[in-house]
């Protein structure tokens, strides 16, 4: 069954520094993969996503991943933090047929000024 | 703005009450979705819409109802069998149905309470 791990719980960086955020995946073919950001109280805002092609995608806000299959793995990167990326980030996976995505639990981020 | 209205913000039910929260999205999307979101568990799939009249059990769905009788719409009904309400509810829409590689749209979410 596929599954999204997402390792750190909470995570504490200071404006300016670098960012990676870990995820791991189980599934059987290749993965559609995603990451999404959500605000306290707001709904999840799609950073970007990989289907197939370059591993490293780029997204909205600065942010860019890796698709490592050899380790499963899609980790979320930002070469320097701003204040305003203070929030919760989701890994999800593509479900095959049902079109759903199956979510990792979400790394929080706090931003230390 | 296209986009997806879930209503209302906040909710509060009483015991042994069921209550409904809506959800509308104008993007002319074709799948739907309602997911449960608790601290520290992610978002949990409760049912899922492909096309209109027909919807899918999801991971979480004891407890909960949901009927799609027009594209725009799919409320979710929490019944008083759902003996753990108090979550956030998120619905979500994707463009095309059982296709995975669709990423979803969120609404901003309805936070149910137990009074």
């Known amino acids: 069954a596929q599954s999204v791990t997402q390792p750190d719980i909470h995570i504490t960086v200071s404006e300016g520094a670098s960012l990676e955020l870990r995820c791991n995946y189980s599934?059987?073919?290749?993965?559609?993969l995603f990451w999404y950001v959500q605000s306290p109280g707001q709904g999840l805002q799609l950073l970007l996503k990989?289907?197939?092609?370059?591993?490293l995608v780029q997204g909205i806000k600065g942010f860019e991943a890796e698709f490592k299959r050899s380790q499963s793995s899609f980790n979320l990167r930002k070469p320097s933090v701003h204040w305003s990326d203070a929030a919760e980030y989701f890994c999800?996976?593509?479900?095959?047929?049902?079109?759903?995505?199956?979510f990792g639990k979400g790394t929080k981020l706090s931003v230390k000024p | 703005d296209g986009g997806i209205t879930q209503s209302p913000k906040y909710l509060f039910r009483k015991e042994g009450q069921n209550v409904t929260l809506s959800c509308e999205q104008n993007?002319?999307?074709?799948?739907m979705y309602w997911y449960r979101q608790d601290p520290g568990q992610g978002l949990r799939l409760i049912y899922y819409?492909?096309?209109?009249?027909?919807?899918q059990k999801g991971d979480i769905a004891e407890g909960y109802s949901v009927s799609r009788e027009k594209k725009e719409s799919f409320p979710l009904t929490v019944t008083s069998a759902q003996k753990n309400p108090t979550a956030f509810y998120l619905c979500?829409?994707?463009?095309?149905?059982?296709?995975?590689?669709?990423?979803?749209?969120f609404g901003d979410g309805t936070r149910l309470s137990i009074l």
């Open positions: 979500a829409s994707s463009h095309r149905a059982g296709d995975s590689n669709q990423p979803q749209h």
């Open positions: 599934y059987g073919a290749t993965p559609y």
């Open positions: 990989y289907f197939s092609g370059d591993t």
């Open positions: 999800a996976v593509g479900r095959g047929s049902q079109g759903n995505l199956i």
């Open positions: 993007l002319n999307h074709d799948a």
């Open positions: 819409s492909q096309i209109v009249n027909d919807f």
